[in-house]
Antibody, heavy 123, light 106 residues
Framework: QVQLVQSGAEVKKPGASVKVSCKAS????????MHWLRQAPGQGLEWMGI????????AYTQDFQGRLTMTGDTTTGTVSMELRSLRSDDTAVYFC????????????????WGQGTLVTVSS | SYELTQPPSVSVSPGQTASITCSGD??????VCWYQQKTGQSPVLVIY???KRPSGIPERFSGSNSGNTATLTITGTQAMDETDYYC?????????FGGGTKLTVL
């Protein structure tokens, strides 16, 4: 069965960086794009960007340009998200989520989600 | 930037039909999907491409999209359906979510 397992919770100081990983299993890793999203406490969902695990191509929303890097490792079936220059308003649960489309092409909706990783930014 | 608007809350009696709306400019020209999210859990896709249900999603969940409004309908609402629901679309350059609707079954 498809599983996305994320790394554990992190506590960071303002200005630091955080890296969250997402290990995929149960399907062909390179056949599905992966997205990263986040959800601040008590708030809605926010899309951050996308990575093509087969080639490493990425696209990020303008809000995160310059602070966000997504990478993929086809040998381990893992995608990672690094966010730099953390601020208190980056405190959120971060999710990886698989694109539904697979070989049919990008769909920009999400059929499997990781369990979420809480990142707390506090001095 | 494109915006999706949902009512913050909707109430329904058990066994009745719940309708959750999602509004956006010419939304009917785009595909809409819906997620259910229970407290402390990851979202679950319940409707995609306006009307389609992923495998494992009960038949009581259905969707429609026309004009400026998409609607998630839950027929025969059960207590287990009480939670948050989010609509989502792709506007050509970014993924857009509605603000979420809390469904109360009482």
């Amino acid at each position: 069965q498809v599983q996305l397992v994320q790394s554990g919770a992190e506590v960071k100081k303002p200005g630091a960086s955080v890296k969250v990983s997402c290990k995929a299993s149960g399907y062909t890793f390179t056949s599905y794009y992966m997205h990263w999203l986040r959800q601040a406490p008590g708030q809605g969902l926010e899309w951050m960007g996308i990575i093509d695990p087969s080639g490493g191509t990425t696209a990020y929303t303008q809000d995160f340009q310059g602070r966000l890097t997504m990478t993929g490792d086809t040998t381990t079936g893992t995608v990672s998200m690094e966010l730099r220059s953390l601020r208190s308003d980056d405190t959120a649960v971060y999710f990886c989520a698989r694109d539904f489309g697979g070989l049919s092409g990008l769909s920009y909706y999400f059929d499997y989600w990781g369990q979420g990783t809480l990142v707390t930014v506090s001095s | 930037s494109y915006e999706l608007t949902q009512p913050p809350s909707v109430s329904v009696s058990p066994g009745q039909t719940a309708s959750i709306t999602c509004s956006g400019d010419k939304l009917g020209d785009k595909y809409v999907c819906w997620y259910q999210q229970k407290t402390g859990q990851s979202p679950v896709l319940v409707i995609y491409q306006d009307t389609k249900r992923p495998s494992g999603i009960p038949e009581r969940f259905s969707g429609s999209n026309s004009g400026n409004t998409a609607t998630l309908t839950i027929t025969g609402t059960q207590a287990m359906d009480e939670t948050d629901y989010y609509c989502q679309t792709w506007d050509g350059s970014t993924v857009v979510f509605g603000g979420g609707t809390k469904l109360t079954v009482l």
